[in-house]
């Protein structure tokens, strides 16, 4: 018998079961694929359903389709029929490439139109012949319904179709490969990246495929795990079994990270590049983190190592260094880290800076914050500075004066969280009178210069200024000397007292200057301990070398620019810029640890 005889034996035993309603109540399973799709014969009135499309006109059924679910799933089922009886297609693949093909399956319609005769009303057969006659005479690249099938579309598969092949049975590598895929777990819809990425694997010779996923095993994987990996990561498929990986995972294993960890995490979405999660772990590693450490961080936050392959991670990395933090601090980052997203911190962190930008808040002040406050801003999504200030009834300059004193208030400035205004003339009172009393009892007399200097330059309540006022006696100075210092240069009470404690003792100590040369010159409290020091010890060794006067003012070498004081004094002696680089580079990198 002919095929086109077969087909219409086909045809006509599909309408058996209709005219048969007492066999058709007992048919098989069987007898319905045989039949054709079992939804053909459940809607065949198609006048008056639940599309309200009647075909008694006929017309295009690219467009009948776009308004009628029935028409479109009987032109699926004799999509699926021409697959599996005409192609003889496995079953789930025939129903993978009629279903899961919307661009072919539209393109395809919109080439059938379809007539119906007469008065009857057998619609659904007319949809189903109409799809079936124009296969008949038309056959389609099966190529394209089946790489749209596997997850590629139309403009990622054009470049794969082979010029001289329609059918699939011809290109039997292809089948070969993608069938030892299909049995060995990755969903067939995951096969399509697979392809774009690792085209080669389709070529490989009978066998190969199933030795190289194999070879997966024999590393200790379990079969379901090595289809994720491959999944998410096909070019491993390529050559041997890549040595990068299998160094990963021994480094996994080290650190406590277990295959089944892998599994639970892995995302078939994503792709993963192997190297790079392994340069993270050796950077964290050189960060300080020990391998229980480093399996603790990951087992509690897998995105730090998954999310983009850990350069998310990365960059959160570049830009905790660029605002300033030591490695000391990035290490807190990263041991104290939020239950958020990688990508989310770096986010919020991003934000946070570019909140303290527009609040017009120092460079200076920013870093520190940024270096201190890292975990803090990272976690906190703030609102933006105009709804903040209109929130708390303030402008930039008094956000910027309540972020300084306290950073935590971020915290409370998160969205979702309700702000109330400020009850500023209350606060503003409260402070200014406890900063009243504080000058006052050191004898700074009200509505003089030197009090409302003071009064304005000095941050923070009154009790954290005395504080720091008793630092500066314990240290040796008098009452009355530091009350003299404060006059001159009142800024000094800016700093916390352990800051104090520790530039005055390098200030003694280290350079071996006296309390007497800081009393006559206390601004120089106010300046950074690394420049205190490269001023200092530069001016220490051009007077060792006899480049610049012995007895030269504090204050002249401290307050002056980079580049004025290179020109005035570094410059004056031939050796002196050389060391000058050096001296900072030593200093610097002291700074860092």
């Known amino acids: 018998m002919s095929r086109l005889q077969k087909l219409r034996t086909l045809n006509s035993l599909k309408w058996v079961p209709l005219l048969c309603p007492e066999r058709n109540s007992t048919s098989s399973k069987s007898n319905l694929y045989l039949s054709g799709s079992h939804h053909l014969l459940q809607h065949l009135r198609f006048c008056g359903t639940e599309s309200g499309v009647c075909l008694k006109n006929g017309g295009n059924l690219g467009e009948l389709a776009k308004k009628s679910r029935v028409v479109k799933r009987e032109a699926q089922a004799a999509l699926l029929e021409y697959f599996h009886f005409t192609r003889s297609f496995q079953i789930m693949d025939a129903e993978n490439m009629s279903k899961n093909t919307p661009d072919f399956f539209d393109r395809l319609l919109r080439r059938v139109d379809i007539r119906v005769g007469g008065g009857g009303g057998g619609g659904g057969a007319e949809v189903g012949k109409s799809v079936s006659r124009f296969l008949r005479y038309h056959p389609v690249n099966e190529f394209e319904p089946f790489f749209e099938s596997i997850g590629l579309s139309p403009s990622e598969y054009s470049s794969f179709l082979p010029r001289n092949l329609m059918f699939l049975n011809d290109d039997h590598l292809l089948l070969e490969n993608y069938y030892v895929l299909c049995n060995y777990g990755v969903a067939r819809n995951r096969i399509g990246k697979i392809y774009k990425e690792a085209r080669a694997v389709f070529g490989y010779d009978y066998g190969v495929l199933k030795s190289k996923l194999q070879s997966f095993q024999d590393l200790g994987l379990k079969q379901s795990l090595v289809a994720k990996v491959i999944a998410s990561s096909p070019r491993l498929l390529w050559g041997d079994v890549d040595k990068e990986f299998v160094i990963v995972l021994e480094k996994f294993k080290k650190i406590g990270i277990t295959y089944d960890w892998l599994e639970e995490h892995i995302s078939i979405e994503d792709s993963y590049d192997w190297k790079c999660m392994l340069e993270l772990v050796f950077l964290l590693s050189d960060l300080g983190l020990s391998d229980e450490q480093l399996g603790e961080l990951f087992a509690q936050h897998p995105p730090l190592l998954l999310e983009s392959s850990g350069r998310v991670t990365f960059c959160l990395f570049g830009l905790l260094l660029k605002f300033g933090s030591k490695i000391s601090d990035v290490q807190t980052v990263f041991l104290q880290f939020p239950p958020i997203s990688v990508l989310k911190f770096t986010e919020n962190l991003c934000n946070c800076y570019n909140f303290l930008v527009e609040i017009n808040m120092p460079v200076e002040e920013i870093g520190k914050i940024v270096g201190s406050h890292s975990s803090l801003l990272g976690s906190c999504e703030l609102k933006s500075v105009k709804s903040l200030m209109s929130a708390l009834n303030c402008g930039k300059n008094r956000l910027c004066q309540m972020v300084k004193e306290d950073p935590c208030l971020l915290k409370k400035w998160a969205l979702g969280k309700r702000v109330d205004p400020l009850q500023e003339q209350k606060r503003v009172l409260k ?36 504080e720091r006022f008793d630092c500066l006696v314990n240290i040796g100075f008098s009452r009355e000397e530091v009350v003299e210092m404060l006059k001159a240069s009142p800024q000094i ?17 280290d350079l071996g200057y006296t309390l007497s040369d800081l009393r006559v010159h206390p601004k120089i409290i106010s300046y950074t301990i690394p420049r205190l020091k490269l001023r ?14 012995p007895k030269l003012a504090l204050s002249t070498l401290l307050s002056s620019s980079d580049d004025k004081f290179v020109t005035r004094y570094v410059n004056s002696h031939t050796e002196g810029p050389e060391f000058w680089e050096r001296l900072k580079k030593e200093i610097n990198s002291d700074e860092n640890i």
């Open 536 to 549: 200092l010890l530069m001016y220490k060794w051009l007077k060792e070398e006899g480049a610049v006067h």
């Open 493 to 509: 009470l800016n700093q916390s007292s352990d800051v104090i404690e520790k530039k005055v003792g390098f200030f003694v100590r």
């Open 431 to 466: 402070v200014r009178m406890m900063k009243t009393e504080f000058f006052s009892s050191l004898g700074f007399e009200e509505k003089t210069n030197d009090f409302e200097k003071a009064l304005k330059i000095c941050r923070g309540k009154g009790v954290e200024l005395k």
